[in-house]
Nanobody, 128 residues
Framework: QVQLVQSGGGLVQAGGSLRLSCAAS????????MGWFRQAPGKEREFAAA????????YNADSVKGRFTISRDNAKNTVYLQMNSLKPEDTAVYYC?????????????????????WGQGTQVTVSS
């Protein structure tokens, strides 16, 4: 069992930066791939970024590539999402997620059903 507790987020002007954190409980955090998803009002949950259990492999959605960076610290059981050059269209509730993802990793990490555990969500609002 893994519990995920998110922090960070808030209101920022376009072009600004925010960092989201997701702290996991349990001793098996380093076994899990971690992902960040977001959901805007009236829209489906959308993949943003993922990182492998070791941290050696990351994958970003085209919409955030070059602006968002996912990282993890397995010693602290925490995954981060650094968001730079934020745009109004980045406004959404952001969720972290944990899952055991093996084969076809770069394909499966973008699918919400690949993840077993989810954080509570945190609002990010980017004003123009």
């Amino acid at each position: 069992q893994v519990q995920l507790v998110q922090s960070g987020g808030g209101l920022v002007q376009a072009g600004g930066s925010l960092r989201l954190s997701c702290a996991a409980s349990g001793r098996t955090f380093s076994s899990y791939s971690m992902g960040w998803f977001r959901q805007a009002p009236g829209k489906e949950r959308e993949f943003a970024a993922a990182i492998s259990w070791s941290g050696r492999t990351t994958y970003n959605a085209d919409s955030v590539k070059g602006r968002f960076t996912i990282s993890r610290d397995n010693a602290k059981n925490t995954v981060y999402l650094q968001m730079n050059s934020l745009k109004p269209e980045d406004t959404a509730v952001y969720y972290c997620a944990a899952g055991i993802i093996g084969s076809a990793w770069s394909t499966r990490v973008g699918v919400p059903t690949a993840y077993d555990y989810w954080g509570q969500g945190t609002q990010v609002t980017v004003s123009s």
